[in-house]
């Protein structure tokens, strides 16, 4: 399995930006993808995920109605729009793949982070 994120870049405060998380080797729809952000000096924490099956979503408290989570029509393709970013959002952002329909800390694959960086 190999999950690929991109769309990461620099963005003003108040900006937009929308990473997708490509994944392959994954033979079903019964599996979660998550995304997850870790901040220099900071813990890495979970931002959303979704399940591929039935679409379900989960957000992060802070990110709840600024960020969106999407899957693609081909399945295996991961949007997470993000608006009205903010400074605090500046993170290296992870796709992750689990098996199921759900998210976690410890998930069975992780892609390659992209860098999100929200300054004037």
Same mark, same amino acid.
């Given at each position: 399995?190999?999950?690929?994120?991109?769309?990461?870049?620099?963005?003003?405060?108040?900006?937009?930006?929308?990473?997708?998380?490509?994944?392959?080797?994954?033979?079903?729809?019964?599996?979660?993808?998550?995304?997850?952000?870790?901040?220099?000096?900071?813990?890495?924490?979970?931002? &959303?995920?979704?399940?591929?099956?039935?679409?379900?979503?989960?957000?992060?408290?802070?990110?709840?109605?600024?960020?969106?989570?999407?899957?693609?029509?081909?399945?295996?393709?991961?949007?997470?729009?993000?608006?009205?970013?903010?400074?605090?959002?500046?993170?290296?952002?992870?796709?992750?793949?689990?098996?199921? &329909?759900?998210?976690?800390?410890?998930?069975?694959?992780?892609?390659?982070?992209?860098?999100?960086?929200? &300054? &004037?």
């Amino acid at each position: 399995v190999q999950l690929q994120a991109s769309g990461g870049g620099l963005v003003q405060p108040g900006g937009s930006l929308r990473l997708s998380c490509a994944a392959s080797g994954l033979s079903s729809d019964h599996y979660a993808i998550g995304w997850f952000r870790q901040a220099p000096g900071e813990k890495r924490e979970g931002v &959303s995920c979704i399940s591929i099956s039935d679409e379900k979503t989960y957000y992060a408290y802070g990110v709840k109605g600024r960020f969106t989570i999407s899957r693609g029509n081909a399945k295996n393709t991961v949007f997470l729009q993000m608006i009205n970013l903010k400074p605090e959002d500046t993170a290296v952002y992870y796709c992750a793949a689990e098996w199921g &329909s759900t998210c976690h800390d410890n998930m069975d694959y992780w892609g390659k982070g992209t860098l999100v960086t929200v &300054s &004037s």
